[in-house]
């Protein structure tokens, strides 16, 4: 799957994993440019099953909350989901604080996340 | 959420004043700028600086992108203040305000897919006052400095 500076796709077992690289509060573009090539990476594609590691973001402004939702959005559309995994302790403060922990499912690591749709299959 | 027609004010006094054209690739520069002080003088800690961050990101881009359309043309102008215990921030741009109807009631179940719309609640999350004057252009944002640490600053 497509790879470049800003996140990386990987397949496995018929779960996509996208690993963010870049996460920092300067870096908050890559971030949202990111999500953007996933929601695009998404689109037409069904049953979605997707893994999404935040390890590395350490800073998320609402308008990466928004993209974060339109891809969990696509991706129950698509008749699949997507896990979150990795998520810093500040990020994890954030999502709850805004309600979204009500919506997304968030796991400590890519492998449990990764096991936790394969057991949904 | 209460948006004030009066003319935006600051208590206290000013520490620094900035202006950009509303270009939002300048927002972070500024931003960093300013919190970058804010925990130098000690009056927000080195744990609380990402959510101050966040707090002048929002406020700042909501100026540039939605105040002033990204019209490169228009200033936002950012005025930083002390008021006893306190710090502050007013942020003003040169559009035409905003009506408190057209931002999403996140408490409501439903508004939890909103795409868009929760930069506000995220500026309440971490300032102690959030307050809209002139009709939506100006937004002043208050927060207690961080306690002195032990011995003194």
Known sequence: ?121 | MEILTVAATHPGSLLESRQIPSDVSLVVPLVCRLVGRLVAEGRVTEEDRRKVELCLDEAVTNAVTHGNDSNFEKLVTVRLFESGPCWGVLITDEGEGFDADQVPDLEVEEQLWQESGRGIALMRLYMDEVVYFDGGRSVRMIRACAPAPEGGR
Not at chain 1, 15 to 40: C, H, S, T
Not at chain 1, 44 to 57: A, N, S
């Open chain 1, 1 to 121: 799957m497509a790879s470049d500076d800003i996140i990386r796709l990987t397949q496995t077992d018929g779960i996509i994993i996208a690993q963010l690289l870049r996460g920092a509060f300067r870096d908050e573009n890559g971030v949202l440019l990111a999500l953007e090539k996933l929601g695009q990476v998404m689109k037409g594609r069904t049953e979605i099953r997707m893994v999404l590691d935040l390890g590395v973001v350490e800073y998320v402004s609402s308008a990466g909350l928004g993209r974060l939702v339109a891809c969990l959005k696509r991706a129950r559309e698509s008749g699949g989901d997507l896990f979150l995994a990795s998520v810093r302790s500040e990020i994890l403060e954030l999502l709850d604080l805004m309600k979204l922990t009500e919506i997304f499912t968030v796991h400590e690591t890519v492998d449990a996340a990764k096991d936790a749709l394969l057991d949904r299959a």
